[in-house]
């Protein structure tokens, strides 16, 4: 169910949001939110799409999108828009504002709804709008919705989605466990056995020594401007400060008094106690029990002998006791001296009996005693209320738009500027320069803010250091000069070209081999420079056990048909592969184990809760009404990528 919902209710809010549904497509970006703000931020233009009564705006969409690629940014830095946009982008964020906007009406259609009380519950537990001292601040939750483009309605929005959500999809995702004879066709898919051969043809081998010259080279740099494309750089100015910055004022001896005095109980005498004890089910065992453990015996061997088990407590005071069994059972037992038999008594539960095992008295502690532990407790209390004043200084000149420069110099803070950074904290054109891991939450958050200039806040380590900073400038995604490139750019086109030749031979080889060769035959038929024949195969349940990924030609070899011949290119013009699958050996489901078909049955239920929540999903889309304008969809795409000018 989980796979369903995260596919139909991907958020901006990402980590924030205290469900936490995260969206992965394609190269593994995260995508934007799905509001119903028929507003859109006031952003504008055509619309994209209708859904039910609202209407999507182009504006909208980019701005999502855009959204979504800095939220990408965070998981694989080096991704470039071109990439990212290549890789489905658009559709699918747009996929996921219908989703969210036909969800939203179909539940309101069908009478679901969300109390104003329930959201601000959510947004009040999501941890991203938490202040220092750990409580939803207000000033945080306006500087989150400044730092991601939103208003206070999109993001009520997107949580009403949720809690819909919750109410409507998840109930309908959650099935019992289905039938052995459902699961057992998928038991006998997950033991089904294959194997084939395998041949590699590299294409460096094939790869031509010669140079082309400047403009074959500068064509091939625009026919793979993404390959060679250094990503986004930003140049930050920043100023730390922690509690060691923060002065905090001293403990004064009256304030210790004051605090003495209104916790006088703390410090007075006081004695606790330890017992050993066992409830009996009627009198008569108590009698007994009660009458061996008198007679010597141990209150646990006493209690064996009825066939019952004595039990220990911690240290209870007589308030804590008297409320864990009763007046009379605590009064009796406080009363009692250390080894002493008491009871037994009635309760609530049956009749006890116990023994004082131990006797804790602590006697009173005086002003004296006490002060040097009460002057530990409120310093710490003054340096945690020092530390949230000052942050709360430095976020209130930060909301005002005082500059980053100002806020350093009136706090006497020290401003550093590093070179253009990358998310991770490299420079391209520093080699040797590297920011402090601690820095880390401070760039992400700097790779996340649209604008040059505007001061932020950081929280490098919870309550202890933080960082005001600003983006001082964006420089944008870009390949390198030509001639800093040359090289790479020869050695690539190279490869390219060698890939084109074993390309060729991989298709001369399947060609032979379904004319009735073998695979051996066919690769020596094809000439010099090829790797060996393999076999291949292995279980298809054994295919990304523990996570591991699952190479690329044993995915392809249990998607074939047996005695059929495919190619497969290996990335980074590395080669081909040629792959013949000639075995499948696939159990009869009704000869698996029991115990198989019962281990497939839960995973299986989950995937069936899947595909109703994505049926659900549908049916609210059928319902309400979806009308996709594929040509301004078109014309975004071409966009994003820098294919055609910017437009409405």
Not at 466 to 485: L, T
């Amino acid at each position: 169910m989980i796979t369903a919902i995260r596919r139909l209710f991907g958020s901006r809010l990402g980590k924030a949001l205290a469900l936490g549904f995260v969206i992965l497509i394609g190269v593994g970006f995260a995508l934007a939110d799905v509001t119903g703000n028929s507003s859109f931020g006031g952003l504008g233009g055509a619309n994209v799409a209708r859904v039910g009564k609202e209407n999507i705006g182009i504006g909208d969409l980019r701005e999502r999108v855009r959204n979504a690629y800095n939220q990408a940014r965070q998981q694989q830095p080096t991704l470039t828009m071109a990439a990212f946009v290549e890789s489905g982008a658009v559709d699918q964020v747009l996929d996921q504002m219908i989703d969210g906007l036909a969800f939203e009406q179909f539940a309101d259609k069908l009478g679901f709804g969300v109390s104003k009380r329930q959201i601000d519950g959510r947004i009040a537990d999501i941890p991203a709008f938490a202040g220092v001292s750990g409580k939803f601040d207000q000033t945080r939750y306006e500087a989150f919705l400044r730092e991601n483009n939103l208003n206070e309605a999109q993001v009520r929005t997107e949580i009403k989605q949720q809690l819909l959500l919750e109410q409507l999809g998840a109930p309908i995702g959650k099935l019992p466990t289905i039938a052995p004879g459902v699961a057992q066709p998928y038991a006998a898919l997950l033991l089904e056995k294959r194997a084939g051969q395998a041949v590699y043809i590299p294409s460096a081998p094939f790869a031509p020594t010669a140079d082309p010259g400047d403009a074959a080279l500068k064509t091939f740099l625009s026919q793979n401007k993404s390959k060679f494309t250094v990503p986004e750089r930003r140049v930050l100015q920043y100023a730390l400060f922690d509690r060691s910055a923060v002065p905090v004022p001293a403990v004064t001896d009256a304030e210790i008094a004051a605090a003495y005095k209104a916790n006088a109980a703390q410090y007075a005498a006081s004695e606790t106690r330890r017992f050993a004890q066992v409830i009996a089910p009627d009198q008569a065992t108590a009698n007994s029990i009660a009458a061996k453990a008198r007679g010597g015996a141990t209150l646990s061997a006493a209690a064996q002998g009825s066939g019952l088990a004595a039990s220990t407590s911690g240290e209870q005071t007589l308030a804590a006791f008297t409320s864990a069994t009763s007046d009379a059972i605590a009064k009796a037992a406080f009363a009692a001296k250390r080894g002493e038999i008491v009871g037994p008594l009635q309760s609530g539960l049956g009749w006890t009996v116990l023994r004082v095992e131990d006797v804790i008295a602590k006697p009173a502690r005086t002003l004296a005693d006490a002060t040097p532990e009460i002057r530990e407790e409120l310093a710490k209390n003054k340096a945690n209320e020092a530390i949230v004043d000052y942050y709360n200084q430095v976020q209130d000149a930060v909301n005002s738009g005082a500059s980053i420069e100002e806020i350093a110099a009136d706090r006497k803070l020290k401003l550093v500027q590093t070179p253009a950074v990358l998310p991770s904290g490299r420079a391209p054109n520093e080699p040797g320069f590297a920011l402090p891991p601690e820095l880390a939450p401070m760039v992400g958050q700097a790779f996340q803010v649209a604008g040059e200039g505007e001061s932020q806040l950081a929280t490098l380590v919870e309550n202890e250091k933080f960082a005001v900073y600003s983006v001082k400038s964006v420089v944008a995604a870009a390949p390198p000069p030509f001639d800093q490139i040359r090289s790479a750019l020869l050695a690539e086109w190279r490869l390219s070209e060698g890939q084109k030749v074993a390309r060729d031979k991989a298709r001369a080889i399947v060609k032979a081999v379904e004319g009735g060769k073998s695979l051996a035959d066919a690769t020596r038929a094809a000439g010099p420079n090829l790797g060996n024949v393999q076999t291949i195969g292995g279980l298809r349940g054994d295919m990304g056990r523990d996570g591991k990924p699952v190479p690329p030609e044993l995915a392809l070899l249990f998607s074939m048909a047996k005695g059929s011949v495919k190619t497969l290119e290996i990335p980074g013009n590395r080669g081909w592969m040629v792959l013949s699958l000639t075995e499948v050996n696939r159990p009869d489901p009704k000869q698996i184990e029991p115990a198989r078909i019962a281990a497939m049955a839960q995973p299986l239920s989950q995937a069936f809760g899947n595909e109703l929540v994505e049926q659900l999903a549908a049916e609210a889309k059928r319902r309400i009404g979806v009308k996709i304008n594929k040509d301004l969809v078109t014309q975004l795409t071409r966009e994003l990528t820098g294919a055609s000018p910017v437009g409405e």
